[in-house]
C-alpha cells in the first residue's frame, strides 16, 4: 500500500489547487475510513479538487452508503440489481438531505420556498414505501423517509417532505405504468440528487389513498416525483398533532 504524494498534475482540472500531486486513493481511503467516512468531509474535499470528487464517487460514497444504512444497501443490490459507479453520490445525499422545495413551485400545496438541509440521521422504510406504491405496483420495493417535518409555514400549515428510492426502477413496474400513461416530465425542476427529469405521478393518479395515512398527512395531499433513476421526492400537508393521535387512537 503506497502512503507516499504521488507528483502527478490533476488531469480534470487546470485550476485543481493540489498542482503538486495527490495522496494516494489508499492514503485517502485509510483517512475517511478512520473518520468513518463523515459526509461532510468528503463534500468539502471533493469541492476543492475534481480528482478527488471522481475517487469520493467511485469509492468515499459507496463505503458511507453501505455504513450509514447496510440493510437497506444490501436489499438494494440482491438479486442481481446494482447501483453503478457514479451513482453513490447520489445516493449518499438521500440518506443525509432533505431536498426542501426552494422555488416553492413543485408542490401544489407548497406555496412559499423551503431550503434544503442536511439532516442528522432518518429512518428509511420499506413498509411504509410500500404504501405509497399503486396496487399494480406492490412487487415493487420502495424505501422512503419518515417526513422532514417543516412546522408553522403560515398559510400552508405543518409540512412533510420526504425522500427515497426504488430499487431496479429501469425495470419497475413502476417506471411501465408511467410510461403507459403517458405521465409527463415536470418542465423545469430535476431530481436534486441526479439531476435528472422529473415524472408527476399526481398526472396519472398513481398516488393510493393508504399513503395519507401512513404519512399522518390530511387526504389527498401526497405528492410526489420520481426521477429516471428512481429517487423519490414528495411533500404532504400533516395532520394537526391532535387529529393524528385521535387517529391513532382510534
Not at 17 to 24: D, F, R
Not at 74 to 93: Q, Y
Not at 168 to 190: C, D, Y
Not at 201 to 223: C, F, G, K, Y
Request: glycine residues 6%.
Amino acid at each position: 500500500m503506497e502512503l507516499v504524494v504521488k507528483r502527478h498534475r490533476c488531469t480534470h482540472s487546470a485550476n485543481c489547487v493540489c498542482l503538486k500531486g495527490h495522496i494516494s486513493e489508499d492514503a485517502m481511503y485509510l483517512v475517511f475510513k478512520q473518520m468513518n467516512w463523515n459526509p461532510k468531509m468528503i463534500a468539502i474535499f471533493s469541492g476543492i479538487c475534481k480528482w478527488f470528487d471522481e475517487f469520493a464517487k467511485r469509492v468515499l460514497w459507496k463505503e458511507f452508503c453501505q455504513a450509514r444504512a447496510p440493510r437497506m444497501m444490501k436489499d438494494l443490490h440482491s438479486d442481481g440489481s446494482h447501483i453503478v459507479d457514479g451513482n453513490w453520490k447520489a445516493l449518499g445525499k438521500l440518506l443525509i438531505y432533505c431536498s426542501g422545495c426552494p422555488r416553492g413551485d413543485l408542490f401544489s400545496n407548497i406555496h412559499v420556498p423551503i431550503p434544503g438541509h442536511f439532516v442528522y440521521r432518518t429512518r428509511f422504510s420499506r413498509t411504509l414505501g410500500k404504501s405509497l406504491l399503486p396496487p399494480q405496483c406492490r412487487s415493487d420495493v420502495l424505501y422512503v423517509s419518515e417526513s422532514c417535518e417543516h412546522l408553522d409555514q403560515g398559510e400552508e400549515g405543518d409540512l412533510g417532505l420526504f425522500r427515497g428510492i426504488l430499487k431496479s426502477f429501469a425495470g419497475s413496474n413502476m417506471k411501465k405504468m408511467l410510461i403507459e400513461r403517458q405521465a409527463t416530465f415536470h418542465p423545469n425542476e430535476v431530481c436534486t440528487y441526479c439531476k435528472t427529469k422529473l415524472w408527476h405521478l399526481m398526472q396519472p393518479n398513481m398516488i393510493p389513498s393508504s399513503a395519507s395515512t401512513r404519512l399522518d398527512a390530511d387526504d389527498d395531499s401526497v405528492e410526489y416525483y420520481v426521477c429516471l433513476n428512481g429517487h423519490i421526492i414528495g411533500s404532504c400537508t400533516l395532520m394537526p398533532f391532535s387529529d393524528s393521535e385521535d387517529t391513532k387512537e382510534e
